[in-house]
């Protein structure tokens, strides 16, 4: 008979904040839940996992620059210099590849003005000057 008491006891009058003397004797505990805090703890620990990866991607980028710096400094910088210019040179000068073959080296600038003019000038079948966009069908 305690039992059935108590069940109407929790059936009925369950939602007040002090458990009844009766569920208490039948060893029932309230079922509320304070979700405001579960809310805070639940943000509180996703802000520190937020700055925790934050932190850890911001030590990554550091070593990799430190990294980068120290094989900058042991490349050197006349060294980086150096390939920057021959590579400048590579697109701004002449030079003689292979004669025999024909291979010459000339000035990116100059080679792209070559082709458009070489291109105007001697349209192939179904040349327009005009940029086709879509594929047609």
């Known amino acids: 008979m305690r039992i059935a008491h108590s069940h109407s006891d929790v059936a009925s009058g369950g ?22 805090v579960l809310v805070q703890i639940v943000l509180g620990v996703a802000v520190v996992v937020v700055v925790l990866v934050v932190i850890v ?19 050197g910088r006349d ?9 400048a040179e590579k697109l701004t000068r002449y ?4 004669r025999q073959a024909g291979v010459f080296r000339i000035p990116i600038e100059r080679a792209m003005t070559l082709m458009a003019d070489e291109t105007y000038r001697q349209p ?14």
Do not use: K, W
């Open 95 to 98: 030079s003689v590849l292979d």
């Open 57 to 75: 991607f911001q030590l990554m980028n550091l070593t990799v620059q430190t990294v980068e710096s120290e094989l900058a400094e042991g490349v």
């Open 124 to 137: 192939q079948e179904g040349y327009t000057a005009e940029v086709e966009l879509l594929p047609t069908e």
């Open 15 to 36: 939602s007040s904040s002090a458990p009844s003397p009766v569920a208490v004797a039948a060893g029932v505990q309230p079922e509320e839940m304070n979700t405001a």
């Open 79 to 87: 060294a980086l210099a150096e390939v920057e210019l021959a590579g």
